[in-house]
């Protein structure tokens, strides 16, 4: 390259130009391939993508000589749909059955549909879920340092460092891995932000208005994310933004609507089945009370990391940008709170609907550290910033660090390859009509093919629609589990008579007592169930041959599921 000398007498404007052309042809030099692996994002993305590797694996498991892969429970329910759905049957729980929504992530079902449509084995086909699940996490990395660069270009460490946190941290892998929306929904959290941060650029404020739309098909809870941060853009604005703000929250506003209207002519219903098991028939403030509780479980870890951040003064840096930061991550918060928190918050100590936010937490830890050491040269700064990283990813790995090193497997692995041989084990002795009553309502009827009775009432809207069980003692709050407190057998086995009751929620007396009446009790392969005695669906020359070939083992789970423990 030649570098022209400036002219004599040139002006400052002249030299300063000069300048500018000169950085921007060197800018636009192309990168070496040692240049392109030494960057950081590509050494933490390959690292990651080892972990991911390793986890995924380890959350399958071989069953007669076949590698099965499963999803989380709920996401399995999702499954069914989208099966059903590229199969030509529509987005219902039961080909030619009421249509019931017992999903509330619409695209990501719509998502999964596409898989349906290839010929892939079912044992492979929850594989491609989860895959799909660590891409969307990578392109969240990319969000991640492109937050940071944009907040503070000057910091090369605080990018780097709030994408190793974001890379490492095991509840949101977890989440994603296990093939919920977690993964696409925390991608979409990241961008939104960014977006936000160009609010300025035109192609900003459309990329915004697409990606809040688009959270909102795949969770329409995410709509509070999506109008919190319009609401944050538009006070840091003084009301300068608020045509283009009004006009992104409209479009947020009729894809709702949309949806709305979509939910009402094909289900019948205003809102999701799900939203009645959940938030309705439970009182309101001890409800509140259980999302506190938990919320506090859950930042009483990240305490030493949130002073870090206070006495390092990062409110102060850059607040108004901070502030599309700290804003959503509080919002998330409090939106955990008031439903209660989720029914797993035992997976890490950080549940769904805080998970998807993580990141942000990740890039204000990562500013607060480089900060802690802006000043400090030499060997002994870099050990000390090196050793507060390290810290924070301890930190952030408190409740799991186990799991994460891998000395026990990823939550549910067992329980789950469980499920799975039941689901086939089913299978084989009943035959395409036959129904199941069960608890894990996802796993089972996919690998079986079978119509499931949801005991807990997520695909079944009158029990959804009942008033919680509620134990009156003292810490009867804590016993709020989102999802798990309503169950009706009087109706669910006595009016819907499943064929084969494989697993059971808290039963009383009077639920063992119609078990005894009409059911008969087998044991197979160390699972216990029930069988209709007059049931013309159950295959019993195949059932006998599967008792003759039992082994009477131990197994995690058992036919009476949480017996109040």
Same mark, same amino acid.
């Given at each position: 390259?030649?570098?022209k000398s400036p002219m004599p007498g040139a002006s400052a404007a002249q030299l300063q130009?000069?300048?500018?052309?000169?950085?921007?042809?060197?800018?636009?030099?192309?990168?070496?391939?040692?240049?392109?692996?030494?960057?950081?994002?590509?050494?933490?993305?390959?690292?990651?993508?080892?972990?991911?590797?390793?986890?995924?694996?380890?959350?399958?498991?071989?069953?007669?000589?076949?590698?099965?892969f499963s999803l989380f429970d709920d996401d399995m329910i999702s499954m069914t749909y989208a099966r059903n759905l590229a199969h030509g049957y529509g987005l219902v729980w039961i080909p030619g059955g009421p249509r019931i929504e017992g999903y509330t992530n619409l695209l990501w079902v719509c998502f999964m549909a596409?898989?349906?449509?290839?010929?892939?084995?079912?044992?492979?086909?929850?594989?491609?879920?989860?895959?799909?699940?660590?891409?969307?996490?990578?392109? $969240?990395?990319?969000?991640?340092?492109?937050?940071?660069?944009?907040?503070?270009?000057?910091?090369?460490r605080a990018a780097t460092v709030a994408v190793l946190l974001t890379a490492f941290y095991y509840p949101l892998d977890n989440w994603a891995l296990h093939g919920t929306e977690v993964s696409i929904l925390t991608s979409i959290s990241s961008a939104a932000v960014l977006a936000a941060l160009r609010f300025e650029a035109p192609r900003a404020r459309n990329a915004l208005a697409a990606i809040l739309g688009l959270s909102t098909l795949v969770r329409p809870d995410t709509a509070g994310f999506a109008f919190l941060l319009l609401?944050?853009?538009?006070?840091?604005?003084?009301?300068?933004?608020?045509?283009?703000?009004i006009s992104i929250g409209a479009v947020v506003g009729l894809l709702l609507i949309a949806q709305t209207l979509f939910r009402i002519a094909y289900y019948g219903d205003i809102l999701p089945n799900t939203y009645y098991l959940k938030l309705a028939g439970y009182p309101l403030i001890p409800r509140i009370a259980r999302g506190l509780f938990v919320a506090i479980v859950f930042l009483l870890p990240l305490l030493p990391l949130m002073l870090l951040m206070f006495f390092r003064r990062?409110?102060?840096?850059?607040?108004?940008?901070?502030?599309?930061?700290?804003?959503?991550?509080?919002?998330?918060?409090?939106?955990?709170?008031?439903?209660?928190?989720?029914?797993w918050e035992w997976w890490g100590g950080c549940n769904r609907y805080k998970a998807v936010v993580m990141p942000l937490f990740m890039i204000l830890v990562a500013r607060a550290i480089d900060v802690t050491f802006l000043n400090r040269r030499g060997r002994a700064g870099a050990i000390g910033f090196a050793a507060v990283t390290a810290g924070a990813l301890l930190l952030i790995k408190?409740? $799991?660090?186990?799991?994460?090193?891998?000395?026990?497997?990823?939550?549910?692995?067992?329980? $789950?390859?469980?499920?799975?041989?039941?689901?086939?084990?089913?299978?084989r002795v009943t035959d395409l009509d036959a129904t199941i009553g069960l608890i894990w309502a996802g796993t089972i009827p996919y690998f079986s093919r079978r119509d499931g009775i949801d005991f807990l009432g997520k695909t079944d809207p009158k029990v959804a629609h009942q008033q919680s069980h509620i134990r009156p003692k003292f810490f009867w709050w804590l016993e709020f589990w989102p999802g798990h407190n309503k169950w009706d057998y009087a109706y669910s086995i006595g009016e819907r008579a499943p064929d084969v009751v494989m697993q059971l929620w808290s039963p009383d007396p009077a639920t063992l007592a119609l078990l005894v009446s009409r059911?008969?009790?087998?044991?197979?392969?160390?699972?216990?169930?029930?069988?209709?005695?007059?049931?013309?669906?159950? $295959?019993?020359?195949?059932?006998?041959?599967?008792?003759?070939?039992?082994?009477d083992r131990t197994r995690i789970t058992r036919f009476v599921i949480n017996e109040r423990r």
């Open positions: 390259m030649i570098i130009l000069n300048e500018t052309e000169l950085a921007t042809s060197t800018d636009r030099q192309p990168r070496t391939l040692t240049h392109r692996w030494s960057d950081p994002l590509v050494v933490i993305s390959a690292g990651f993508l080892i972990y991911a590797a390793c986890f995924i694996f380890r959350t399958s498991g071989e069953i007669e000589g076949v590698r099965y596409l898989f349906h449509f290839m010929p892939i084995p079912v044992a492979k086909i929850s594989l491609c879920i989860q895959v799909s699940g660590c891409v969307f996490l990578l392109l $969240n990395l990319w969000c991640t340092r492109e937050i940071a660069r944009t907040l503070w270009p000057e910091s090369k609401a944050t853009i538009l006070a840091l604005s003084a009301g300068k933004r608020w045509r283009q703000v990062v409110r102060r840096d850059a607040p108004r940008a901070v502030a599309l930061l700290a804003i959503p991550l509080a919002g998330q918060l409090l939106y955990s709170i008031y439903v209660g928190g989720d029914a408190a409740q $799991n660090l186990r799991e994460f090193l891998m000395l026990a497997p990823p939550p549910q692995t067992a329980e $789950n390859v469980e499920m799975i041989e039941q689901g086939l084990l089913v299978s059911y008969e009790q087998v044991r197979l392969d160390g699972f216990t169930w029930y069988l209709r005695r007059d049931s013309t669906h159950i $295959n019993h020359e195949a059932l006998k041959m599967e008792i003759a070939q039992s082994v």
